[in-house]
C-alpha cells in the first residue's frame, strides 16, 4: 500500500492535462457501502459528459477507458472513510482515504491534491504492533481509524504478518533440555517481528510511522531493546485487556498513547514557533506570508486546526485581502490551502495544531528560512 505522503508527491509530479480528480466519501461496512459503486459510477458518468463537451472522442475515450478499467477492479467493500479518483493521459489510481471528503468531479489543469494534504498533515498516522510470546500483529492507523491490518498479502523478505511464534515451547524434554533459554527465543521472536516491521518502514522511504507496541510491559520493554529503530516508537499500551482482539478494539486501546504523542509532537511545534519568533523570522500577515511563500522563504507554516479564511489573492501585487464572502466574485474559498500548496511547493513543512495548543497565538503563521 503506497502512502499518501508518496501518492501527494507523485500527483504534483505528474504533467497530465485535462488532470481529473473525482472525490467522495465512503463506507466502511455493509449495507452502507452498497451505495458507493453506484455514487462513483454516476462521477465517472458525469465526468465523461464534461470531458466530450470540451475535447475530441478520440482523446477522451483513453482516459475514460483508464478510469473505467480502475471502476471496474475496485472492491468497495475494503472501503475506508473516502475515495478519490485521479486519472488523465497517463493512466488512472484510485486512492483510498481514511477521512471523509466532500463529493465533487473537478476537470482541471492540476490534481485536486488539498484534501488529502489537509488529511495527510492534520492527523497522526501511525503504526500498531501488537507482541506477545506466541505472535507478532501489524496495523496501521490514522488517528483513531484502522486503515490496514497487515497480512499474508504483504510480501516480505521474512516473515509476513500475522508471526506466529514456533519456537518457544516444544513437546519434546530433550529438545528444550538441548534449546537455547526460553529469554533468548523470545527475544529471537520478538527480533524476527521488529525485522518484519523495519522491512515495512523501509519500503515507506523517509516517510516512515512513528510505531505504538501493545503487550504485556515485559514484552514491550523487551522489544523496545531489540528494535533496529526504537527512535520510532513513540508510545506503549501495557494494559489491553485482549491481544487477540479485533484491530479495531485494539486502536481504540492505542489512543491514549496516540494523543501522548500528539500532544507532545504539538508542544515541540509551538516551541519552534516560539524560536522562530525570537529570531524574527514568524510572519502572521497574511500578505507577508504569501510574499515569502512565492519568494521560497519558508521553512514551516504553522495552521490552527480546522482553520478556512476567504480571501482576495492579487498575484501581481503579491497581497492578500481576507473577505466574509466566499461566493463572491475574485474571491478564493479558503486562501489557507494556496498557501500551503505554496509552501509545499517550496520545500516547506506545514503544522497543524490544536486551538488550545494555540491558545490566544494567530491562527496561521510561517516560520521563514531567513
Known sequence: MQS???????LKARQDDPAISILMPTHRSFPDNKQDPITLKNL???????LLSQMEKREVWPIMEAINAQVEAHDHSHNLEGMALFAGAGGADIVRLPFEVKERAIIDHNFA???ITRGLFDAVNYFIVVVSREYGRLFQAYNDRLVHEFDRNTDLQGYSFPIKNNSLYSTSGHDRSQAPSEDNLLKEFLNVIDKSLQEIQGKRGSDRLPVVVIGDAR???????LSDRPDDIVGEVTNAADLEADAVALVAD?????ASHRDASEAADMDQRGQARGANRLLTDLSDIYRAATEGNTERLYVRRGYIQPGVIDAE???VTISDDAAADGVTDDVVDELIELVQGNGGDVAFLAGDTLGDEAPLA???RY
Open 4 to 10: 499518501l505522503k508518496t501518492t501527494l508527491a507523485d
Open 44 to 50: 465517472v458518468k458525469q465526468t465523461e459528459e464534461r
Open 113 to 115: 491534491t488539498r484534501d
Open 219 to 225: 514484552n514491550v520493554a523487551l522489544f523496545q531493546q
Open 254 to 258: 492505542a489512543q491514549e498513547a496516540v
Open 317 to 319: 501585487a503579491r497581497t
Open 366 to 368: 510561517l516560520q521563514t
